[in-house]
């Protein structure tokens, strides 16, 4: 019998048999998906947008170049992975967010949300919703998008239906909502860039339709229920779809890969559960977009939710 060569074996992590696409191409495909919601967001909002999202992605990437270099390892940047969370934490903050803003929430959404937990895939939570959540939380005045952005003809329909009802809501016109003809996280209201990029990563088959299809599902039942109950206070399903970072959450926050589950029924009712948290906290809570609130909350949620696993082959 021929001696096995011991420099023959090759000793890896799994998986070991993959289709070809790497991190950077993700991040790139990725990247690619939000350029129209941003194309959108420039003609909108002008040059303040185009600064919030270069500033925050500069932020995010240097945030990650000297966590590896603090850390003493190799550094990633080259994936693209801090660009992405950059660029998503800038879609969330209105155009008239202050630099130190900016800097500061997509260093935290860096080190708080990607690098305290290990390299990429390690982090329970979605990276740009960690600094979101800081800030929102911290300095809520400069995070408030109906006060920040008085200089525009523009509102803020979900602070109206918060603060003074349904009737006081006055854009209701789906096609200028589908538009962004509203106020909002600067990239997350381009209805349209959003759809065709979600569109785009679903067919590349980078994320999986049956998450956003669950949040989508979640909230148009939801807020169906409280229509039904009372139309005069509560507003439409389409209204909740078309207004805030709801789409945008859907195809690109939900389906955060470390952070949401990978199985089929798992993804599913993780998609129903964001969707549900999203209508309770417009109705109840103290915030009127409860977009990235609402995905942290099912982000704990999905240790609970792996659990359901199909039954072995053959065991009874």
Known sequence: MKP??????????????????????????????????????????????????????????????????????????????????????????????????????????????????????????????????????????????????????LTYPLAQLKDFGLDAVQITDTRQLFLGKQLGGLGAVQIAGVVLGGMLLVMRRHVSSIIPVGVIGGVALTAFLFHWLDPSIYASPAFHLLTGSTLFGAFFLATDGPSSPNRQIPMLLFGLLTGALIIIIRTWG??????????????????VLERIRPKPFGRR
């Open 4 to 153: 096995l060569n011991p420099f023959a074996l090759t000793v890896s992590v799994p998986p070991h048999r993959h289709c070809g696409t790497t991190v950077r191409d993700r991040m790139l495909t990725i990247l690619v998906a939000m350029l129209p919601a941003a194309v959108m967001a420039t003609m909108t909002f002008g040059m303040p947008a185009v600064r919030v999202m270069a500033l925050s992605m500069a932020a995010a990437v240097l945030a990650e170049m000297a966590c590896d270099y603090f850390m003493d390892r190799e550094t990633e940047v080259h994936d693209f992975h801090a660009f992405t969370v950059g660029l998503s934490f800038a879609f969330l903050l209105p155009a008239s967010a202050p630099w130190w803003l900016v800097t500061f929430g997509s260093a935290a959404s860096i080190v708080l949300g990607k690098m305290a937990f290990g390299p990429l895939g390690g982090s329970p939570f979605c990276a740009p919703l960690i600094g979101w959540a800081i800030c929102r939380i911290s300095w809520p005045a400069f995070m408030d998008i109906n006060a920040s952005m008085l200089g525009t003809d």
């Open 286 to 303: 103290a915030y009127a977009d409860g977009v990235p609130f609402a995905i942290l909350l099912a982000n704990l949620f999905t240790p």
